[in-house]
């Protein structure tokens, strides 16, 4: 292993993990998942699962999570509605009642958050729209989202996908597209899109155990999510290729989103790890 290599990865005391893609896909857990997990546990080596996909709620990705095999605390799970939810309460705290374009898993998150939920009716002016990856998407619910977007309400996205990763014969419309289409019929982006790549994702996770960046490696299969954030928040980016980039799209990709490592599952990422650990320091590093 190449000493910059070995220096980098030996300094890792904590590894955040995006969940589809690079420790499962869809509903299957990759093989490599639990070996992995218990070389980092064997490491003393912490780990959060961290996903943009803000569909179900923290208590049902831990259920998910249980039955796959791979039993969980809260303290090892943070999405993009839990950064959405974290950056209202510090940044805007008068904005209670909000137009939720997500499923109920979502909205029951907001809800335990203290949140009110605004109704599809025209009544119910809410104090702000929050657009995710709804699954359970109607007509009406995204035509009245438009409304109130359309009428200059605070409007946030909690992930920046156009599409999620599936094991099944279908293509999964995500948070991005559907922010596309109210863009369309409105003229309006989103005020400010939570997610991937934006570092708030890991700001909490640093705070929580009392990391710095370099002590961090944040692990997953895209560039302009995975990637970028851990660059944007200047953590080690490792790309896994298990997912969705291939290692043409790494090698291609520009220096925002280029990886510092590229590995072609967490397999390999583990051994580089444990090998990093054995090494001695070179001469003159710290």
Same mark, same amino acid.
């Given at each position: 292993?190449?000493?910059?290599?070995?220096?980098?990865?030996?300094?890792?005391?904590?590894?955040?993990?995006?969940?589809?893609?690079?420790?499962?896909?869809?509903?299957?857990?990759?093989?490599?998942?639990?070996?992995?997990?218990?070389?980092?546990?064997?490491?003393?080596?912490?780990?959060?699962?961290?996903?943009?996909?803000?569909?179900?709620?923290?208590?049902?990705?831990?259920?998910?999570?249980?039955?796959?095999?791979?039993?969980?605390?809260?303290?090892?799970?943070?999405?993009?509605?839990?950064?959405?939810?974290?950056?209202?309460?510090?940044?805007?705290?008068?904005?209670?009642?909000?137009?939720?374009l997500g499923p109920p898993g979502m909205i029951a998150e907001f809800g335990r958050a203290g949140f009110q939920s605004a109704d599809d009716d025209p009544a119910d002016s809410p104090d702000a729209v929050v657009a995710g990856f709804d699954t359970s998407l109607t007509y009406?619910?995204?035509?009245?989202?438009?409304?109130?977007?359309?009428?200059?309400?605070?409007?946030?996205?909690?992930?920046?996908?156009?599409?999620?990763?599936?094991?099944?014969?279908? @293509? *999964?419309?995500?948070?991005?597209?559907?922010?596309? #289409?109210?863009? =369309?019929?409105?003229?309006?982006? $989103? +005020?400010? /899109? &939570?997610?991937?790549?934006?570092?708030?994702?890991?700001?909490?996770?640093?705070?929580?155990?009392?990391?710095?960046?370099?002590?961090?490696?944040?692990?997953?299969?895209?560039?302009?999510?995975?990637?970028?954030?851990?660059?944007?928040?200047?953590?080690?980016?490792?790309? @896994? *290729?298990?997912?969705?980039?291939?290692?043409?799209? #790494?090698?291609? =990709?520009?220096?925002?989103?280029? $990886? +510092?490592? /590229? &590995?072609?599952?967490?397999?390999?990422?583990?051994?580089?790890?444990?090998?990093?650990?054995?090494?001695?320091?070179?001469?003159?590093?710290?």
């Open positions: 292993m190449p000493a910059t290599v070995s220096a980098s990865l030996s300094r890792v005391r904590h590894v955040v993990l995006d969940m589809d893609g690079t420790i499962y896909n869809g509903g299957t857990l990759f093989p490599w998942t639990k070996p992995f997990l218990a070389r980092l546990d064997a490491l003393g080596i912490g780990y959060t699962f961290l996903t943009n996909n803000p569909s179900k709620s923290a208590a049902e990705y831990l259920d998910k999570l249980a039955r796959l095999g791979l039993p969980s605390t809260p303290g090892h799970l943070y999405t993009s509605a839990l950064a959405v939810i974290d950056w209202l309460r510090a940044s805007r705290p008068d904005l209670r009642r909000l137009f939720l009406a619910r995204l035509c009245r989202a438009a409304w109130w977007v359309s009428q200059g309400r605070p409007y946030f996205a909690t992930n920046p996908d156009y599409v999620c990763p599936t094991d099944q014969p279908t @293509v *999964l419309v995500d948070c991005g597209s559907i922010c596309a #289409a109210i863009e =369309a019929a409105t003229g309006r982006a $989103p +005020d400010r /899109v &939570f997610g991937k790549p934006d570092p708030s994702m890991l700001a909490g996770i640093l705070a929580r155990h009392g990391l710095q960046p370099g002590e961090v490696a944040m692990v997953g299969d895209r560039l302009y999510t995975d990637v970028a954030m851990a660059k944007n928040a200047g953590c080690l980016g490792v790309l @896994v *290729l298990s997912g969705e980039a291939t290692r043409a799209d #790494a090698e291609a =990709a520009p220096s925002a989103h280029c $990886p +510092d490592f /590229v &590995f072609e599952n967490l397999a390999p990422l583990g051994e580089a790890i444990a090998d990093a650990r054995q090494t001695p320091p070179v001469s003159g590093h710290h």
